[in-house]
């Protein structure tokens, strides 16, 4: 191992591909060939619009965080892997001091360290670094752009545990982009016995119909708020009682309040504009919570649980394969969205 190409975002639209140092692993630290890489919409923005929100690219970043990798080397200090084992890597690791950290809520730890968050780099390369605790190692049968997509997969775990869905809830997604398809594979799994999800793109829909849902809706940016959330009701028999959204639409949040049950739960998964309207007091005076969904804390074991037990397949997701050599064009395709690309794969390793 003498080379390690790294794709690393030096400003808006300026993305490179170049040869680094292998980093040594710390103590409590594993260094990974890397396997597959996920391209995940937050690198694109970075790429067109160097920013999202507060994170702003300033200085040289490395690319990526839905990944995996094969242990090449442990620190002295690891116990749980060893050389050859495959993981899925968890990519924030928080300080496990603070009060946040301590209660289990670590996504919402001020000083966690994000691959791929300004400042900090992300995984998109041959060679990497992480901290042990953070890697889960994956059974034999389940393969590596798998074990990348426990990154996403565990965004719609949160978002369902936050949404409490549960066996025979009755479930609205709204947006069928990657994050809505896996809230709607961890619905399923969970227990939800209907589940409908909308999206104003046809393939996407399609893709979904494939992955469980029990119905769809095509929508249109300029539909009737009113009449979408009747034909929500219409179509499920029912109102919702827990609702996803993931597509940070304005139009698509104020669907959302409108159409859960009484009682129910709203979870805000999608990022739009950082202020909107909402129909408030229709969602106070039902009781209808409005919860927020951010990233996931203790859901890599469970969401690798669901892929190795065979109950949710996340391979569909996977629309578009490149390897590390052609990041480039990967990136340019996940821009575009051409050829109806859903989730695109960077495979580092040639095996893959
Ligand atoms: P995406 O852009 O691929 O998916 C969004 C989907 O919503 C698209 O399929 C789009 O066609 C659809 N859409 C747009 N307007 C719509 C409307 N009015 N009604 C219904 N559907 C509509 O993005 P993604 O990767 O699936 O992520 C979804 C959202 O979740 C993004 O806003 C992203 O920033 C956010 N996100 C949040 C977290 C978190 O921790 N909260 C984590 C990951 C992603
Ligand atoms: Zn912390």
Redesign the pocket.
Known sequence: MTTNLTAVLHKIDDLRLEDRAIPEPQDHEVLLEMGSVGI???DV?YLVRGA?GDFVVKAPMIMGHEASGTVAKVGKNVKNLKVGDRVAIEPGVPCKACEYCKHGRY?LCADIIFCATPPCHGNLCQYYTHAADFCFKLPDHVSLPEGALLE?LS?GV??CRRADVRLGSTVLV????????VSLLSAKAMGATNVII????QN?LDLAKELGADHTIL?D?DSDETAIVKKIHALLGKEPDKTIE???????IR?AIQATKSGGVVV?????KPNVTIPLVNALVREVDIR?????ANCYPLALEMIASGKVDVKKLITHNYTLEQTLEAFENAKTGAGGA?KIMIHCKKEN
Request: with cysteine; charged share 10%; net charge positive.
């Open positions: 995940c919409g937050s923005h999202i996504n996403p965004v949160h978002a709204t947006g069928a982009g990657p994050i809505g398809l909308t999206d104003i793109m996407r929508l940016k993931c597509s940070g639409a304005e139009s698509s669907i805000i998964v999608g990022m739009g927020g969904v951010f990233r996931y859903v």
